[in-house]
Nanobody, 124 residues
Framework: VQLQASGGGLVQAGGSLRLSCAAS????????MGWFRRPPGKEREFVAA???????HYADSVKGRFTISRDNAKNTVYLQMNSLKPEDTAVYYC???????????????????WGQGTLVTVSS
């Protein structure tokens, strides 16, 4: 499975962006998909995940503002980001894995495949 993230860019605080992660290869629907981000000078952090079962989890920092969704027919997972804040500035990565939702949240190393990242910059 190869992952291609896109949709990043520069947006003002309060604005919105939608990230996409297109997967190539078969069995996309059997993978859980996660979004992570790495803010400037900080460690990578979990953002959101959706299992193949449809269960979803968000980091507290984005809950109520971000929405993860997947379209298995298009082999794509999305991250709709609303009410963006300057602290959302980061490189965003998508990843595919097959663990439990707890594993997907806590253990980035459990993911099997990673996309290349897309930069989101939120200006104040």
């Amino acid at each position: 499975v190869q992952l291609q993230a896109s949709g990043g860019g520069l947006v003002q605080a309060g604005g919105s962006l939608r990230l996409s992660c297109a997967a190539s290869g078969r069995s996309f629907s059997r993978y859980g998909m996660g979004w992570f981000r790495r803010p400037p000078g900080k460690e990578r952090e979990f953002v959101a995940a959706v299992r193949w079962t449809g269960s979803i989890h968000y980091a507290d920092s984005v809950k109520g503002r971000f929405t993860i969704s997947r379209d298995n027919a298009k082999n794509t997972v999305y991250l709709q980001m609303n009410s963006l804040k300057p602290e959302d500035t980061a490189v965003y990565y998508c990843a595919a894995g097959s663990g439990s939702i707890l594993t997907m949240i806590r253990f980035p190393s459990s993911y099997d495949y990673w996309g290349q990242g897309t930069l989101v910059t939120v200006s104040s």
